[in-house]
């Protein structure tokens, strides 16, 4: 019982990512180079994605009338912390999420910030981090929920 079998490659793209594709290269019709979008990537266009990101927040919070809002600083931050040349803004979700979402969240849970209200979040730059501001001092209750 024979397994072999007969492949057509004229509709195909291969793409070797390795020095192994050195010996192959006179048999290649067309070689195309692919740089990496965040390799060439500028802060503003980072920046961008920040603000997309930041867009898809506040729509979730939108169900519960509340608006975000985030000053300039704010944003470089998770600029900063949410790019690398290596990953790309791959970082950014886990950013946003450990930055903003995760102490956002314990706001909500200790009614710090209510149904309704504006949530401002600033640099905090002597500690490096970002600042959610309290709307309310959280409650005895609502601590004991947390």
Do not use: W
């Amino acid at each position: 019982m024979s397994l072999q079998r007969v492949v057509d490659f004229k509709n195909t793209v291969i793409i070797m990512t390795s020095n192994l594709g050195a010996e192959f290269i006179n048999r290649i019709d067309e070689i195309v180079i692919f740089v990496s979008i965040f390799v060439r990537c500028r802060v503003e266009n980072v920046l961008k994605i920040v603000d997309l990101r930041i867009k898809e927040v506040q729509e979730r919070i939108a169900e519960r009338k509340m608006a975000l809002d985030l000053d300039d600083a704010a944003k470089q931050y998770l600029v900063s912390i949410g790019y690398s040349p290596t990953y790309g803004a791959r970082p950014l979700n886990r950013a946003i999420q450990s930055e903003l979402l995760n102490p956002l969240s314990v706001m909500i849970l200790s009614e710090r910030i209510r149904e309704g209200e504006t949530i401002h979040v600033r640099f905090d730059g002597p500690h490096n981090r970002l600042m959610i501001i309290p709307n309310h001092e959280a409650t005895v209750d609502s601590m004991d929920r947390l």
